[in-house]
Each structure stands twice: as structure tokens, then as C-alpha cells.
Nanobody, 122 residues
Framework: QVQLVESGGGLVQAGGSLRLSCAAS????????MGWFRQTPGKEREFVAT??????YYADSVKGRFTISRDNAVNTVYLQMNNLKPEDTAVYYC?????????????????WGQGTQVTVSS
């Protein structure tokens, strides 16, 4: 069982940066694949980024602007978001997958945080 708590969301102007954090409970954090997703009202949750330890995967819409990283020593995964755009406005969720194989569909992830709101003003 893994519990996830996101933080770091907020209001930022277009072109600005935010760093999201996701703290995980449990002693087996390093064995989980971690990912970031986001959701806007009326839309399905969409994949943002994941990293399987060897390769990172990003949605085309965030490539070159967002960076996923993790620190297993403190059971935390991060999402550095630069050059933010109004269309990045969403609730951002971190997720954990029991299998370490990289995956992008939300249904492949087993545990979810409560989400953190990111709002980018134009």
C-alpha cells in the first residue's frame, strides 16, 4: 500500500515556474513506477510524465518544459514545470504503479494522490 500527497501547486503567471512534489509513504517506494497526470473539468485525466529509472516519458504538450525526477532517499517524486502556459492549468496528480514497466494510461496506475491545483494566468 502506498499513500501519496502532492504539494507545490499554486497560481503563477504565464512563463513562470512551479515545482510539484509528491511524498509517498511506505518502505518500498523505490520499487514503484511513479508518474504525473493532470485533469481539467470535463476532461479525462491525461498523462504528463513518468520515469522508469532508465528513461523518461513526457506528453508532447510538456516536452522541453517539464522535468520529472525522484529521490528514493526521501520517498519523493518531483515535477519541475518551466515556461508554464495557461493551457497547463489543471489539477495535477501523482500516481504509483506496482509494476516498474513504464506506462502512460491512467488505468495502469494503482495508487493516486489527492491532487494539487496549478493555475497559470495569461
Amino acid at each position: 500500500q502506498v499513500q501519496l500527497v502532492e504539494s507545490g501547486g499554486g497560481l503563477v503567471q504565464a512563463g513562470g515556474s512551479l515545482r510539484l512534489s509528491c511524498a509517498a509513504s511506505g518502505r518500498t517506494f523505490s520499487t514503484y513506477l511513479m508518474g504525473w497526470f493532470r485533469q481539467t473539468p470535463g476532461k479525462e485525466r491525461e498523462f504528463v510524465a513518468t520515469w522508469n529509472g532508465g528513461r523518461t516519458y513526457y506528453a508532447d504538450s510538456v516536452k522541453g518544459r517539464f522535468t520529472i525526477s525522484r529521490d528514493n532517499a526521501v520517498n519523493t517524486v518531483y515535477l519541475q514545470m518551466n515556461n508554464l502556459k495557461p493551457e497547463d492549468t489543471a489539477v495535477y496528480y501523482c500516481a504509483a504503479r506496482s509494476s516498474y514497466k513504464a506506462a502512460t494510461p491512467q488505468y495502469d496506475y494503482d495508487y493516486w494522490g489527492q491532487g494539487t491545483q496549478v493555475t497559470v494566468s495569461s
